[in-house]
């Protein structure tokens, strides 16, 4: 089977959809869509109308890239009010088979959260922390002799506000959530490497109008907060300093703003009108002046929230996020981190970009899952799959679409 699979991350400022086919250990990107956000605040829905729109567009655009509809997705929601547990929970293996199946582990890891989700919440994730097979640990049980199954968890639940004015936007279009979750995990997720997932450490990003701070232990979740606090607010800061309007100050921080004053020019330089109607010169140092001094601020807040958030030593720090794209962003890393901290860099072919981050890494946490439960997934299924192999295709497949580059090579040559 074909591994392609679709996320969606879900910003204030834009909206980003992402398929991609998982190949030989690598995510091959098949599709990129994007359009501007609209009828949703810091992952909450606010105007569902509006967003419904927006998704509508967003999903027609990446249909017009593949060429097939996309009707199953893995989506963000808010990280705010969640709630950690940890618990345990079993399962009796089957005595005519005697051995664990994947059911047996989807079954044991229900039983830890049964009874322990308030009818309010929605489990945003479930991560096993390990297994037994009878009193056996083992760290994958798939396959493995006995009577009994059992794991401990930890899980995360969020009011129900989170997740299901999400689904239901989706849903209105035609677009079924196969799964739910925050976008930290796939910021993970896209940076993991083998140290990581045996150390304790933090992903920070730093989105449109908040920045994330997570806390990771050995690759399970176990702390997340987030700061009111994002590339608006540096657009707000120029806006007041320059007195332009929104749209301005945003031109202004996309195009004339560096992260750090190292090596910056007063020579580099563009004209606005403000809003007085009067026309204004902005040159970069103006500009970065503005701006790392508010990056500056957010960092420092996210390191003071690492160290709220565990007690525990901290042997690595991510930064993602739109605003770690800027020039010269990994000089005031080092200044307020020092070696701890690395810049994450998103590598796949036609993502090189950590406003993707996020949207990647989603593929890559549900391919996980999958493969902890000995399944496998696709978006399309075999049907699909069938009528794009035969002559008589029933699906319209536009030539130039990159999926009908990928098939047409696979079953017409």
Known sequence: MRKILASIDLGSDTLKLIVGEYFKGKINILAVATVPSKGINSGFVTEPNELTIKLKELFKKGEELIGLPITKVITTISSNDVKFHMNEGYTTIEEDIGMVRSIDIIRSMQASAYNQVEDDEEIATITPIHFKVDDEKVLNPIGKQGKKCSVKTIFTTVPKKNVIPVVKCLNKIGVDVIDTTFGAIGDYFEFETKEMASEVGAVINLGHMTTTVSIFNKGILTNITEIQMGA??????????????????????????????????????????????????????????????????????????????????????????????????????????GHYARLGVTKELGLRSNIYSTSVGLIKYYLDKMRLRNQEFTIFNYQQLDELSGTGRKININENSILGKIFGYFFDN
């Open 232 to 337: 608006i607010d540096i657009e707000k800061d120029i806006a007041y300093m320059f007195k332009v309007p929104k749209k301005e100050a945003k031109d202004i921080r996309l195009n004339l703003c560096l992260a750090h004053k190292r090596n910056v020019s007063d020579l580099n330089k563009k004209e606005y009108t403000n809003k007085d109607g009067e026309k204004i010169i902005v040159n970069e140092y103006e500009a970065t002046e503005i701006a790392s001094s508010r990056i500056e601020e957010i960092l420092k807040l996210a390191k003071k929230e690492i160290n709220h958030l565990t007690k525990k030593e901290i042997h690595y720090i991510i930064i993602t996020g739109g605003i770690s794209e800027m020039a010269n962003f990994s000089y005031l890393v080092e200044e307020i981190f």
